[in-house]
């Protein structure tokens, strides 16, 4: 079951501009066939992605805006166990996202999304359909991310999309992305959120309306700052959850993995920060390791790039325990 209401492009809060600007172009039929959503983390780029994906695909649409409540729509919501949708005309594209093997390679991808993964994911796809035939639109997060050989791919696809083909490009800093692929684009700002706009969206996700506003102010409009401040609010739990984590990884036994599962039982929000927290210590300990020419490097990088698919899973509305338990199974089984 997906927890999550059916969302529709009215529902996205705080992000009236764009919003605005994406409504009269499906009101219109012209919504451009490659959009750029640029602005920081937290203030509602994958959720609007999300409600444009179900104005694309809904199955009774009205006046080219998405019902919310059809299975298409809800489709578009439901999500996999690593936070993709689960609605074949719906993909996405990000760093990592899918296991070497599924993409035709042999390593991961640690420095950016490789060619690799737009030829399978996006370019193998052009040939065939839109399975449900109504459309289908591919959200590329943090494109910025995209390396060289894999923008030069996508360019002429992105330029000159089959009919009902959409592009979702999101990035924290659109500044970045290569020439080649901004000139393709059509950009859409999108700003800090409100701290109305931040509260309420607090408040549905069950936080004391008090507690919300306090937040709310002192977010950056971020809702991504916001949840850690929430989170943080359990932090007595963090550091022998992540020093669990740790001593699990060196530990030969389970034992340690098993408290660090039995640890993670806790709040979405405290896992969520627990492993944003192991990341960065992972990043650290890369940087050390590679300014000392030491094997240690890719190991951690290694080990960022499976925390970062975990916080993935997480965002999915993955269970916390059975999140950190994956995790360190897959820890444990790296080289
Ligand atoms: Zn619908």
Redesign the pocket.
């Given at each position: 079951m997906n927890p999550r209401s059916p969302i529709a492009l009215h529902d996205v809060l705080g992000q009236s501009i764009a919003v605005g600007t994406l409504r009269r172009a499906m009101e219109t039929g012209r919504l451009h066939h490659a959009i750029l959503f640029d602005g920081p983390s937290g203030v509602g780029k994958n959720l609007t992605a999300e409600a444009v994906a179900?104005c694309v695909l809904?199955?009774?649409?009205s006046g080219g805006v998405?019902?919310?409540?059809?299975a298409?729509?809800i489709k578009v919501l439901r999500r996999d166990a690593i936070g993709r949708s689960v609605h074949p005309d719906f993909a996405t594209v990000a760093k990592a996202m899918y296991d070497p093997a599924v993409i035709g390679r042999k390593t991961q991808e640690t420095q950016d999304i490789s060619a690799d993964q737009v030829r399978t994911v996006v370019l193998a796809r052009m040939s065939l359909g839109a399975v449900f035939g109504r459309g289908r639109l591919f959200l590329i997060r943090d494109a910025d991310e995209l390396s060289v050989s894999a923008a030069n791919a996508l360019l002429k696809t992105l330029e000159e999309p089959p009919p009902r083909t959409y592009f979702i490009l999101t990035s924290t800093r659109g500044g970045e992305l290569l020439p080649t692929i901004r000139s393709r684009v059509q950009r859409i700002r999108f700003g800090p959120l409100p701290e109305d706009a931040l509260c309420t969206i607090l408040v549905r996700e069950g936080h004391d309306p008090k507690v919300a506003e306090g937040v709310a102010r002192d977010a950056q409009g971020s809702l991504t700052i916001a949840r850690e401040k929430l989170g943080n609010g359990a932090k007595d739990g963090l550091e022998p959850w992540i020093s669990s984590i740790e001593m699990a990884l060196e530990d030969k036994t389970f034992a340690g993995a098993l408290k660090a599962a039995e640890g993670s039982k806790g709040a979405r929000d405290t896992v969520g920060a627990g492993l944003e927290a192991f990341a960065a210590h992972l990043v650290d300990t890369a940087r050390k390791a590679a300014s000392e020419s030491s094997p240690k490097a890719l190991r951690a990088a290694d080990g960022y790039v499976r925390v970062q698919r975990a916080l993935r899973q997480l965002d999915g509305n993955a269970s916390p325990q059975l999140v950190t338990e994956a995790l360190l199974a897959d820890l444990r089984g790296m080289p």
């Amino acid at each position: 079951m997906n927890p999550r209401s059916p969302i529709a492009l009215h529902d996205v809060l705080g992000q009236s501009i764009a919003v605005g600007t994406l409504r009269r172009a499906m009101e219109t039929g012209r919504l451009h066939h490659a959009i750029l959503f640029d602005g920081p983390s937290g203030v509602g780029k994958n959720l609007t992605a999300e409600a444009v994906a179900q104005c694309v695909l809904c199955e009774k649409p009205s006046g080219g805006v998405a019902c919310g409540q059809c299975a298409a729509c809800i489709k578009v919501l439901r999500r996999d166990a690593i936070g993709r949708s689960v609605h074949p005309d719906f993909a996405t594209v990000a760093k990592a996202m899918y296991d070497p093997a599924v993409i035709g390679r042999k390593t991961q991808e640690t420095q950016d999304i490789s060619a690799d993964q737009v030829r399978t994911v996006v370019l193998a796809r052009m040939s065939l359909g839109a399975v449900f035939g109504r459309g289908r639109l591919f959200l590329i997060r943090d494109a910025d991310e995209l390396s060289v050989s894999a923008a030069n791919a996508l360019l002429k696809t992105l330029e000159e999309p089959p009919p009902r083909t959409y592009f979702i490009l999101t990035s924290t800093r659109g500044g970045e992305l290569l020439p080649t692929i901004r000139s393709r684009v059509q950009r859409i700002r999108f700003g800090p959120l409100p701290e109305d706009a931040l509260c309420t969206i607090l408040v549905r996700e069950g936080h004391d309306p008090k507690v919300a506003e306090g937040v709310a102010r002192d977010a950056q409009g971020s809702l991504t700052i916001a949840r850690e401040k929430l989170g943080n609010g359990a932090k007595d739990g963090l550091e022998p959850w992540i020093s669990s984590i740790e001593m699990a990884l060196e530990d030969k036994t389970f034992a340690g993995a098993l408290k660090a599962a039995e640890g993670s039982k806790g709040a979405r929000d405290t896992v969520g920060a627990g492993l944003e927290a192991f990341a960065a210590h992972l990043v650290d300990t890369a940087r050390k390791a590679a300014s000392e020419s030491s094997p240690k490097a890719l190991r951690a990088a290694d080990g960022y790039v499976r925390v970062q698919r975990a916080l993935r899973q997480l965002d999915g509305n993955a269970s916390p325990q059975l999140v950190t338990e994956a995790l360190l199974a897959d820890l444990r089984g790296m080289p």
